[in-house]
């Protein structure tokens, strides 16, 4: 835990460090027991900000799960390792818990069943995530919402925001922009903080750069500007 805020107005939330400690320092953390959505483009560094907070976590011995929608396991454990993060240690001791559904995603695409429908809603993953699980990635929720309308979207988003948060279950939830686009403005209201990730060009440089958004945080001083930020050999990196 990053322990409480650095500053008076937040001074009664209790944060957790993101793992990236730029971020920390911009926010304090990610307030505790609450959801974060993390939003962007393909590439922008989702999965890696994700991977920043539960080898963070799981360093501090908090059990941590990670719904791997988009990819398997091996993949990520390879992605984390390219940062010296080995995920395979804490798994072993039962510190991170991951959770396959691309996998089951990939049998149910080839008997055209979708057990994650809309039918069913974000209930499953409740169900899925073990109840002694202090903190949640789910990587990319978007694609389990990908047939659902308006009101469902929100209505099951916010059961999930409520259950998790109910748990005391730090959450981010990762959501690409094709999801974001359709339910976008509905689901920035029912989570505590979000984020956007995004390249743009530099106006001054003239040249491309990655930066991030704090579109919200409830209860935290923010930045208002884009915040700049590199990924090198230790995972995202803010540039002062
Ligand atoms: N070891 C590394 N060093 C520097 N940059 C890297 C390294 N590994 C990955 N990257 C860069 O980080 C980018 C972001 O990766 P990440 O997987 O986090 O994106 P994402 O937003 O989750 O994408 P997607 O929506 O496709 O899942 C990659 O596209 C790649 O350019
Ligand atoms: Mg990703």
């Known amino acids: ?20 400690p730029g971020l920390d320092s911009l926010l304090g953390g990610y307030p505790k027991g609450k959801s974060v959505m993390v939003c962007g483009q393909a590439g922008t560094g989702k999965t890696i900000l994700a991977l920043h907070f539960v080898n963070s976590r799981c360093s501090r011995g908090e059990r941590t799960g990670y719904i791997a929608v988009e990819e398997t396991r091996d993949d990520l454990f390879d992605q984390a390792a390219q940062f010296g993060w080995d995920l395979k240690s804490y798994e072993d001791r039962d510190l991170l818990r991951t959770y396959p559904i691309l996998e089951e995603r990939m049998v149910e695409a080839k008997y055209q069943y979708d057990s994650y429908s809309a039918e069913r809603g974000f209930g499953g993953l409740i169900d899925l995530i073990d ?25 099951q988003l916010d059961y999930l925001v409520f259950s998790l948060s109910k748990r005391r279950c730090t959450s981010m939830f990762i959501c690409d922009e094709t999801t974001m686009s359709k339910f976008g403005e509905v689901a920035l209201y029912s989570v505590d903080g979000a984020i956007k990730l995004m390249k743009r060009n530099n106006p001054y440089t003239d040249s491309r750069e990655r930066v ?14 884009y915040v700049t930020f590199d990924i090198g050999k230790g995972g995202i990196e803010i540039v002062p």
Do not use: C, W, Y
Not at 1 to 20: F, H, K, L, P, Q
């Open 1 to 20: 835990m990053v322990s409480r805020s650095r500053t008076s107005a937040a001074s009664e939330v209790d944060r957790v460090s993101t793992g990236v």
């Open 131 to 155: 109840r002694d699980i202090e903190n949640v990635v789910i990587d990319n929720l978007g694609i389990l919402a990908l047939d659902m309308n308006l009101s469902h979207f929100r209505q």
């Open 212 to 225: 991030l958004e704090v579109i919200k945080m409830r209860r935290t001083p923010t930045p208002v500007d």
